[in-house]
């Protein structure tokens, strides 16, 4: 398989029943991470992102990272 084609598969894979906010523990939905994200970009502070969401401040940071939400475009 070459290394495009490992791509379009990737990209084609449904997600896992856990994943984002199929999981029965997650605390926001995928319009919340774009909002956090957007905010972020905007120049919003974490923690102040993290009260109006009721995440703590790290979950904020690893979403405005991209190491969490990862599948949320």
Do not use: Y
Request: hydrophobic share 45%; aromatic share 2%.
């Amino acid at each position: 398989m070459s290394e495009s084609q490992g791509v379009l598969s990737v990209a084609n894979v449904t997600l896992p029943p856990s994943v984002g906010e199929r999981n029965s523990a997650a605390k926001l939905t995928a319009e919340q991470v774009r909002a956090i994200r957007a905010a972020v970009a905007a120049g919003g502070r974490l923690a102040a992102l993290a009260v109006a969401f009721g995440v703590s401040p790290r979950t904020v940071r690893h979403i405005a990272r991209g190491t969490s939400w990862t599948h949320v475009r």
